[in-house]
């Protein structure tokens, strides 16, 4: 009898277990801190983004000693990711993220840490040759490749 209460106490809490479990493949209602809108499954985009992003190329604005770069959207395995690059004073002063991944909460919870952390590597080497963030290579490797081309476009030169 002692047995047979053990193998059923094992199953019950295997089961609260598996019940409990939150997948990341959900949807989740609420958006993250750094959506500004959802234009298709998988991007978000914010200002600037193109409307077809095939044909992007690196669109420069340039008002005074300001330059604002867009990147071309990169294709990675986890989505599409696409910056843009503020130069001011030779320096780069702001990247802002125009698409990341968001399929899923697995690719929100990632890019809520990985975008801030690339943004602020990129601004302290005042450059794209910056290290990927472990857990997001895909992400890093968008990113980086994405605001490159913005610099290329921009014809950003760094200062040493």
């Known amino acids: 009898m002692r047995k047979i209460t053990m193998w059923f106490l094992a199953t019950i809490a295997v089961v609260v277990l598996l019940f ?10 609420s958006a993250s801190a750094g959506t500004v809108g959802a234009s298709a499954p998988g991007v978000v985009t914010g200002p600037g983004t193109p409307a077809d992003p095939g044909k992007s190329r ?15 959207v990169v294709q990675t395995k986890r989505g599409r990711v696409q910056v843009q690059a503020h130069i001011s004073g030779g320096r780069i002063t702001d990247i802002t993220p125009l698409a990341v991944p968001n399929v ?19 601004l302290a080497a005042q450059s794209a040759q910056i290290d990927a963030v472990s857990g ?9 490749k994405s605001l490159q081309a913005a ?10």
């Open 20 to 29: 409990s479990y939150r997948t990341s493949t959900g949807p989740d209602s």
């Open 58 to 72: 690196g669109n420069v604005a340039r008002s005074g000693s300001t330059t604002v770069a867009d990147g071309p």
């Open 104 to 122: 899923n909460n697995r690719d929100r919870e990632i890019n809520k840490r990985a975008v801030p952390q690339l943004r602020a590597e990129a």
């Open 136 to 144: 997001a290579t895909a992400t890093s490797d968008g990113y980086t």
């Open 151 to 160: 610099l290329d476009s921009a014809q950003f030169k760094a200062k040493p």
